[in-house]
């Protein structure tokens, strides 16, 4: 099992920064992807950016930009920063992690969520 506790969502005014994190504990043997994925209400969880364990980043278009993923592989840890927050920024974000358990089999798990509220 791995459990993901999230972090740092809020209300915050356009304009805004927000720091999302998300910390990976449990048992497995790695985590190679991380990741943050947001839901708006009446729409489907799309991605917002992913990191790997060797570092190399994606993000979505619309936050590229204004967005910054790093992580803390010692603290298993994976942390977004968020500028020039927009309305259209409002949604509930989810952490992802991807790896390998001790069994060998692959594992995803995900965190149960953090609001993110941003007022125009």
């Known amino acids: 099992q791995v459990q993901l506790v999230e972090s740092g969502g809020g209300l915050v005014q356009a304009g805004g920064s927000l720091r999302l994190s998300c910390q990976a504990s449990?048992?497995?043997?790695?985590?190679?992807?991380m990741g943050w994925y947001r839901q708006a209400p009446g729409k489907q969880r799309e991605l917002v950016a992913t990191?790997?364990?060797?570092?190399?980043?994606n993000y979505a278009d619309s936050v590229k930009g204004r967005c910054s993923i790093s992580r803390d592989n010692a603290k298993n840890t994976v942390y977004l920063e968020m500028n020039s927050l927009k309305p259209e920024d409002t949604a509930v974000y989810y952490c992802n992690c991807e790896g390998a358990l001790g069994t060998g089999s692959r594992y995803r798990s995900w965190g149960q969520g953090t609001q993110v509220t941003v007022s125009s």
């Open positions: 990191i790997t364990s060797s570092g190399r980043t």
């Open positions: 449990g048992s497995f043997f790695s985590i190679n992807v």
